[in-house]
């Protein structure tokens, strides 16, 4: 009873038709739960529910039913369920339940299923690794297994002699391909691996399997060179897909020698080297070449007839970033091409005429060229052509090429500066329009509120200098509406209606004036507000609480004024990550029952990972997306981001009149990336628990009346790299850290109090040098006491028997200084021998010895790079210290040295100095 318009639930007293064997009622609309006495059939072989719209939990025990043979609950995308233990010696040979929400892990009970020959689990929510019991099912002809979340490396495929098709695509597999995997699977046909994590080189070994027509492996992490390959004269191989991968070096020229095939797709490598397209003149039945994003270089130019009409079957050309100055001639009359990508290469001049009359063209890609005109009139332009790209060349002039049937056209990032007037109604079916970065001017074009399929229109910087047209604001299906950085003007139209489909309002930079109209809480899909630098006056807008999708909210420089709250919900802007307020005249406390339920900037990193980027899904051209720019204030720079990432968190609350204390709920904020409360008039401490913002990149409270110390909990901020806590009331110490040290002195200036590591250095720090003496009491530093005493002794040792003989004195002076003049400068020291005032006759050679010792203290400063300012008063035992570890002696500028009572016969001054240079 397939596809007969049935409804309603499933009656459990069909279980009373104890002889039914077979139940086929797929394709009807039952959206009810399976009873779970069907697993009470006795004779219960084939149960095909597939396309049912079944909810609930499938019962387990149905599966365990031993007559059962083919089940199919696929295509019930509100099916739950699980794989419970499988019975020994099952009859199962067909188990499908792709497109349904089954999940959970691989029974190992499923190696039980000996007779399965198909086992299809695709586009569930399956997870695991794969049981090495699985290699039990060697009647397997397709293992379907793509779209879930599998983990693990791929076990060996050997035992599987019958397999035909095989899907691991779009899971977490990781691992390499080996010849191991791939021996005896002579029956396969299609093997898809594409979106994993495989790694390793590519067996060469795979491309000579007998029956195989299909390779997909795109989007993964392979890499190494492809080798020649072997064995394939009689190859069967139609499609090879290895684009996204980390191959490297020249394509193999065995390539194109597979004769059979049809799509060869090897962009977004690292292969090199230089391909004359004369090359696929071997292969007459391609009809898809991707050579896109390489480093290689292709050689277009051909005029061989021959060549030409063996490219007849070529419907797909993709050669973006090949190296090529000119359009290929040999597509002039190509009829078939559908898809040409010639973007990213140097090709300049003109856009020839014939290029728009390619009768099968469907999308043009000639984005990132150098491109400066037009050539000739744009007539006749093909009626399948869907999707244009131009953005990112330099024409200039008439916009005119919107043909009839074109949904997607980006021409931005050029020089027009005027748009056709006879567009008119050849802009019906557009979905996708990017005019941005361009030099149009005046007011926007009528014909776009002409347009009832428009999703995104795209007018940013330009220099439009009308008001909003009220059209666009009443649009029932815009979904994108960007006008920023435009010259704008009056009030933004209260005209937004009931549905409101827009998710990204951007109006930013522009001279937009009055108050938020209030109909844009009608748009309850909205994620982006952006109407920073513009005039608008209101207080904040608590109004659009009922969006609670709203995730970017810029403010910025505008007229706002007032109070900031927060109505009284649980979850206002529970998914709000950027806010910016920055300079308007915001004043009272910082609403910190707001931030409470700013819970997207709480989240831990698992639920992160799953929080989707900002962009615009719906519009799909063979991936490509519309992606939201925001421009942020961060580390001192305003930076755009082109794609906001999931995690990419902001707040700024700077240059307003906000006062009192930080709330610690801001503390709570983990994920936060820029927190900027500077130019307000806070007061009290630095709560101690911003220790808890880890993933913290950039903070700048400066300019506030800040007061207590810094929290020692910063040196836990270890991705902190811009920090400025100037201009405060700041005291004491700067805390020590890994990265809080890598900050300069501007980070901190105008603290008065503040000390420490860059600034001056604290009491505290100075006193911990050493202990001096001084005329308050005698303290001595041991260390320094037991230096001198033991110097002492020695010298004694060698000067007292001198002292008896004059003529001995001078000559153990002599050999002393010369002694010290040679060993101290070996330990990083110097000696300043000083010659005795009652004896001229050792005047001289005093002076050659302080000469010897400037040009050991010239050499090592100039070992060192090092300029010091010399200490220029007087060293002694009590106020120096030896510093072992650097071998210098440190003298203590704020100890007074007092002279020693002479020694009559010594040469030895009053005092000593062995000094650091």
């Not at 109006?507 to 004036?513: G, Y």
């Not at 009331?729 to 850290?737: A, D, E, H, N, T």
């Amino acid at each position: 009873m397939s596809n007969c318009n049935l409804s309603g639930p499933l009656d459990p007293s069909l279980t009373r038709l104890q002889n039914l064997s077979i139940i086929r009622l797929d394709q009807n609309n039952f959206s009810s739960s399976v009873p779970k006495n069907f697993a009470d059939f006795p004779n219960l072989v084939i149960l095909h529910l597939s396309s049912c719209g079944l909810t609930g939990i499938f019962p387990e025990k149905i599966f365990q039913v031993t007559t059962l043979s083919d089940i199919d609950l696929s295509y019930n995308d509100y099916l739950n369920g699980s794989l419970p233990g499988l019975p020994l010696n099952g009859s199962l040979q067909k188990l499908i339940v792709s497109h349904t929400r089954f999940s959970g892990a691989l029974p190992t009970s499923i190696g039980n299923l000996k007779q399965l020959s198909i086992l299809d689990l695709s586009n569930c929510h399956f997870n695991g690794t794969l049981p090495s019991s699985m290699s039990g099912l060697k009647e397997l002809t397709s293992l379907l297994l793509s779209f879930n979340n599998f983990t693990g490396p791929i076990p060996s495929l050997n035992m599987f002699r019958n397999l035909t098709h095989l899907d691991f695509s779009h899971n977490n597999f990781t691992g390499s391909i080996t010849y191991a995997h791939l021996e005896g699977l002579r029956k396969l046909v299609q093997i898809d691996l594409q979106d994993n994590l495989l790694d390793g080189n590519i067996p060469s070994s795979l491309f000579a399997l007998p029956s195989v027509q299909r390779i997909y492996l795109s989007n993964n992490h392979f890499c190494g060179q492809l080798d020649e390959f072997s064995n394939i004269s009689s190859s069967m191989l139609e499609s090879l897909d290895l684009r996204s991968n980390n191959l490297e070096g020249p394509i193999p020229a065995s390539i194109f020698n597979l004769t059979s095939l049809i799509v060869l797709q090897l962009s977004f490598n690292k292969l090199k080297g230089t391909i004359k397209l004369d090359v696929i003149q071997r292969l007459p039945k391609l009809s898809k070449l991707a050579l896109s994003h390489n480093n290689l270089s292709v050689d277009t130019n051909l005029t061989d007839v021959g060549f030409v009409s063996s490219l007849h079957n070529m419907s797909s050309l993709e050669l973006a970033s090949c190296h090529l100055t000119e359009f290929p001639s040999f597509l002039r009359n190509h009829s078939k091409i559908t898809t040409l990508d010639l973007s990213s290469n140097h090709i300049q001049g003109s856009i020839p005429t014939w290029i728009w009359q390619l009768d099968s063209l469907a999308q043009l890609n000639l984005s990132h060229n150098l491109l400066t005109s037009l050539e000739g009139s744009v007539q006749n332009t093909s009626s399948y052509l869907s999707l244009i790209d131009l953005h990112a060349n330099k024409l200039q002039g008439k916009l005119q090429i919107f043909p009839v049937n074109v949904t997607y056209l980006d021409y931005s990032s050029n020089n027009f500066n005027f748009i056709s007037s006879d567009v008119g109604t050849r802009m019906s079916r557009i979905i996708f329009l990017s005019l941005s970065k361009n030099n149009l001017s005046g007011s926007i074009p009528q014909f776009l509120c002409n347009s009832s399929s428009l999703l995104v229109l795209d007018v940013s910087y330009n220099n439009f200098d009308r008001k909003i047209p009220e059209c666009l604001t009443q649009s029932e299906t815009l979904v994108v509406l960007n006008l920023q950085h435009n010259k704008f003007k009056g009030s933004i139209p209260d005209k937004f209606p009931v549905p409101c489909a827009l998710k990204t309002l951007d109006l930013n930079s522009n001279q937009l004036q009055g108050p938020i109209p209030k109909s844009i809480a009608n748009c309850t899909s909205l994620e982006v507000l952006d109407l920073g630098n513009n005039e608008v006056d209101d207080g904040f807008p608590f109004f659009l609480n009922i969006i609670s999708r709203l995730r970017v909210l810029v403010l910025r420089r505008n007229k706002f004024h007032g109070h900031i709250a927060c109505p009284r919900t649980s979850d206002f802007w529970d998914m709000l990550q950027i806010v910016d307020v920055a300079f308007n005249n915001f004043s009272g406390l910082l609403p910190a029952k707001c931030l409470k339920t700013w819970k997207a900037m709480m989240l831990d990193e698992d639920r992160v990972s799953k929080f989707s980027p900002i962009e615009s899904k719906i519009l799909t051209f063979d991936g490509i997306y519309y992606h939201d720019s925001v421009t942020l204030t961060v580390k001192g720079l305003q930076l755009e981001f082109v794609k906001v990432l999931n995690l990419v968190t902001s707040v700024d609350f700077s240059s307003n009149n906000f006062e009192g204390t930080i709330p610690e709920e801001l503390m709570d904020f983990t994920r936060l990336y820029a927190l900027n409360l500077s130019h307000n008039g806070l007061t009290g401490q630095i709560p101690s628990s911003i220790g808890n913002l880890k993933q913290l990149e950039s903070l700048d409270l400066s300019s506030n009346n800040l007061g207590g110390e810094i929290p020692t909990q910063f040196e836990r901020l270890n991705f902190l790299s811009y920090l400025n806590l100037s201009f405060n009331r700041l005291v004491g110490k700067i805390p020590v850290g890994r990265q809080i040290q890598t900050f300069d002195a501007s980070s901190y200036v105008g603290n008065a109090d503040l000390c420490g590591i860059p600034l001056n250095m604290c009491p505290d720090q100075r006193n911990s040098k050493s202990e001096v003496h001084t005329d308050s009491g005698a303290k001595f530093d041991w260390t320094f006491v037991s230096i001198g005493v033991g110097f002492g002794v020695g010298a004694g040792m060698v000067v007292a028997p001198s002292l008896f003989l004059e003529s001995l004195k001078k000559w153990s002076n002599h050999i002393i200084d010369k002694a010290l003049l040679v060993i101290l400068p070996m330990l990083g020291l110097t000696w300043i021998p000083i010659h005795d005032d009652d004896d001229e006759d050792t005047e001289e050679e005093t002076k050659k010895n302080n000469s010897d010792m400037e040009e050991y203290c010239d050499y090592n400063e100039i070992q060192d790079n090092l300029v010091h300012q010399r200490f220029r008063g007087r060293y002694c035992v009590l106020c120096s210290k030896l510093h072992i570890s650097n071998k210098k002696v440190i003298h203590d500028p704020r100890c007074t040295c007092f002279p020693s009572p002479p020694i009559s016969t010594s040469t030895y001054p009053d005092s000593y100095s062995s000094h650091s240079h």
